[in-house]
Each structure stands twice: as C-alpha cells, then as structure tokens.
C-alpha cells in the first residue's frame, strides 16, 4: 500500500505541508523548504496560493477522518493567526521579518534597473514600497 502524504506534525514550521512532502518523499525538509523559497521568490502569488490549498486538500497527520471544508478552513485559520501571533510577538523575530521585508522592497523597487531579471510591473512597485514601510516601521518599534 502506499504511503499517505498528510501534513507533518513533527517537521512543521507553519501549517507542516512541506514537512509531510519532504517526509512523504523521504527528503530532508530543508532542502523542500529551500525550493519552495525560491520558487516563492520567482512567483510569490502562485506560491502561496498553492501552500494554501495544499495546507486545505492534505489532512494533518494523525487525522482518521474527513472533515467538511468549512471546519478544515476554521481550523487553518487559527492555527495560521496563533503562529503568526507567535513570531510578530518576539522583537528578535520582528526584527528579522523588518530586514527581510527591507530587503524584499529593495529588491521590488529595483526591477525597473535590471529588467531582465525583475519586468517592472507596477503592482510590484506597489508591494515594494508597501515591504520597506512596514519592514521600516518594524524595525524602529523593534527598540
């Protein structure tokens, strides 16, 4: 019989979808978490879309039975608001997501300079601008 791809409880770093993949194939989950960064990076709507309904489609491990979409999305929801209640609510992490979020903008805002690797769009100047604001306000209430 084959193996079951549930959502991982013990290699989670979120809602534990990339955990049960790389456990599923019997991969190391950094390395599943390291492509999913980076296919993130490249289309960030596509990919978090798709973790999303992932997280909703694959049961979690543990589960013997099928819950109805309502109760599924219920329970992703809280659990998605507790974890990210958990890291906005460290300064060490806020100051991280800050220089990340700085970071991210950066490099939105200079796709216009390097149009072979970032087609400036206007909707990612938007976001660009909108990353470095809330990573800047971030880091300053971080103190």
């Known amino acids: 019989m084959a193996k079951k791809l549930v959502r991982s409880r013990r290699n989670r770093i979120f809602l534990g979808v990339l955990g049960g ?8 989950p950094t390395l599943v978490r390291l492509l999913f960064v980076v296919l993130l ?8 879309l798709l973790y999303f ?3 909703l489609i694959i049961p979690e491990e543990g589960e013997e039975e099928e819950k109805p979409l309502p109760d599924r999305i219920n329970e992703l ?3 998605t608001e507790k974890k990210l209640g958990e890291v906005f ?3 060490e992490n ?8 700085i970071v991210l ?11 072979v ?22 880091l300053m209430r971080g103190d």
């Open 117 to 138: 690797l970032l087609p400036a769009f206007d909707i990612r100047t938007l976001l660009a601008v909108a990353f470095l604001v809330i990573g800047l306000v971030l």
């Open 77 to 79: 929801a809280g659990e």
């Open 53 to 55: 309904v992932a997280a």
């Open 105 to 115: 903008g950066a490099v939105l805002l200079a796709g216009p300079f390097m149009p």
């Open 21 to 28: 993949i790389a456990e599923h194939l019997e991969l190391d």
């Open 94 to 101: 806020s100051k991280t997501i800050a220089i990340i979020l």
């Open 89 to 91: 609510s460290s300064e």
């Open 41 to 48: 990076v490249f289309n960030p709507v596509a990919m978090t």
